[in-house]
């Protein structure tokens, strides 16, 4: 039972550039995020689904788009990257009252 | 706007010792608490879920109370060993809502 998977774990993009990140599930559960960790902030939602074909806004959704056509996955794209999105990226996910899972995240620098 | 905070920012402690963290939370309109734990470099890890309507959760050496009219809960972890070292996390679901608000952390050292 691998959880919630992302991949890459570690990626570098130029100011610009645009990318996909990946989050993947085998648990069935319903509910997925995204988060992002910066130092002292705590981790802000960014994206979320409460099921496949629906998806809504976090707190920081600004520049980031997310898609949910399976159960199973829950891609973050990153439209034009900027140095303000340098980021550690958490995906998780849950099912009813369940508690949350998180993937072991993604370390993006955009230079 | 509900805000999470968690005090100390760090703590040091021998091994042995019995210590509390503590989270506070602005708004008592909650659906539950959660506290997690996060190793260097590693995602977080779900300790224990406590729901509106409870007071408290046990889980081995851990035990997670919830006091929504004062907006407070506190993490026990008895008798710590060096393994405990982490940051632990609490993070509060807004009423009927699955998102997450978190708090920034304490981070722990049990020292042998």
């Known amino acids: 039972n691998a959880g919630v998977t992302q991949t890459p774990k570690f990626q570098v993009l130029k100011t610009g550039q645009s990318m996909t990140l990946q989050c993947a599930q085998d648990?069935?559960?319903?509910?997925m995020s995204w988060y992002r960790q910066d130092p002292g902030m705590g981790l802000r939602l960014i994206h979320y689904?409460?099921?496949?074909?629906?998806?809504d806004q976090g707190e920081v959704p600004n520049g980031y788009n997310v898609s949910r056509s399976t159960t199973e996955d829950f891609p973050l794209r990153l439209l034009s990257a900027a140095p303000s999105q340098t980021s550690v990226y958490f995906c998780?996910?849950?099912?009813?009252?369940?508690?949350?899972?998180f993937g072991n995240g993604t370390r993006l620098t955009v230079t | 706007k509900q805000e999470v905070t968690q005090i100390p920012a760090a703590l040091s402690v021998p091994e042995g010792e019995n210590l509390v963290l503590n989270c506070s939370f602005t708004?008592?309109?909650?659906?539950?608490l959660q506290w997690f734990r996060q190793d260097p470099g590693k995602g977080l890890t779900s300790l224990l879920l406590i729901q509106s309507s409870q007071r408290e959760q046990t889980s081995g050496r851990l035990n997670a109370s919830l006091d929504k009219s004062s907006g407070r809960s506190t993490l026990y972890i008895a008798a710590s060993q060096p393994g405990d070292s982490a940051t632990y996390l609490c993070?509060?679901?807004?009423?009927?809502?699955?998102?997450?608000?978190f708090g920034t952390g304490t981070r722990l050292q049990v020292f042998p």
């Open positions: 993070a509060v679901s807004p009423h009927n809502t699955d998102k997450l608000i």
């Open positions: 648990m069935n559960h319903e509910y």
């Open positions: 708004d008592s309109a909650i659906y539950n």
């Open positions: 998780a996910s849950s099912y009813g009252v369940s508690p949350l899972h």
């Open positions: 689904s409460v099921g496949a074909g629906i998806t």
